[in-house]
């Protein structure tokens, strides 16, 4: 079974600087996908970025960008330029291809943004 | 369009009762997901609907959980003789297909169940 670890239970960054949040995961798959989703106090999971694993490229969107390093099995998300609306729990999710598709998702960071 | 919904927003009930939690997809996602999110963790998988079957129920913690999406569109969590431990964050998502980049989830505001 495939697991998510995010070892870095809260993270904090003034804004306008640059942050790096952590994710490691566990899979015998070769293909795959991997998602950062931003969750603030309203509930709803926000989808961040994604990576296709058979791609080399680091996926990137605006200011967030991500280090994806596939041998290593890690996946860590950077956030340039911080702003406040960046503070919210970010999650690290893990989908397999085929079957339900279903997302593992690690346990989360809280990130707080300060002024 | 409108996004994933679900009602009630928020549900306390006692130990012991039956309660219901609705999910409303996207218009023309075939693909639904339920998952449980509890304190501090991240969500959970519990099952996965593909039309109206579910194809995938393998994250259900026990039998007194149970999914209907009699449709292929409005789905319907059931928790039957609820307990404490069931208190979370119920969380549905839709997907358009199950497929590649089509399968991206798309997530609702979530069921917050308290169990006194």
């Known amino acids: 079974a495939q697991t998510v670890t995010q070892s870095q239970p809260e993270m904090s960054v003034q804004e306008a600087e640059t942050v790096t949040l952590s994710c490691t995961y566990d899979t015998s798959e070769s293909d795959y996908y991997l998602f950062w989703y931003k969750q603030p106090p309203s509930r709803q999971m926000i989808l961040v970025i994604r990576?296709?694993?058979?791609?080399?490229q680091n996926a990137t969107e605006n200011r967030f960008s991500v280090n994806f390093q596939k041998a290593a099995k890690s996946f860590s998300l950077k956030i340039s330029d911080s702003q406040l609306g960046d503070a919210a729990m970010y999650f690290c999710a893990y989908r397999t291809q085929g079957g339900s598709e279903k997302l593992v998702f690690g346990k989360g960071t809280k990130l707080t943004v300060n002024p | 369009g409108a996004g994933v919904s679900q009602t009630p927003s928020n549900k306390v009930t006692e130990k012991g009762k039956y309660v219901e939690l609705r999910c409303d997809p996207i218009?023309?996602?075939?693909?639904l997901y339920w998952y449980r999110q509890s304190l501090g963790q991240g969500p959970e998988f519990l099952i996965y609907?593909?039309?109206?079957?579910?194809?995938?129920d393998s994250g259900l913690p026990n039998d007194r959980f149970f999914a209907v999406r009699p449709e292929g569109s409005v789905s319907t969590l059931k928790i039957q003789r609820t307990e404490r431990g069931d208190s979370a964050v119920y969380l549905c998502a839709s997907s358009l297909r199950s497929s590649g980049r089509r399968g991206e989830q798309f997530f609702g505001p979530g069921t917050r169940l308290t169990v006194l």
């Open positions: 990576q296709e694993a058979y791609k080399q």
């Open positions: 218009s023309g996602h075939t693909a």
């Open positions: 609907f593909q039309g109206t079957g579910a194809a995938d």
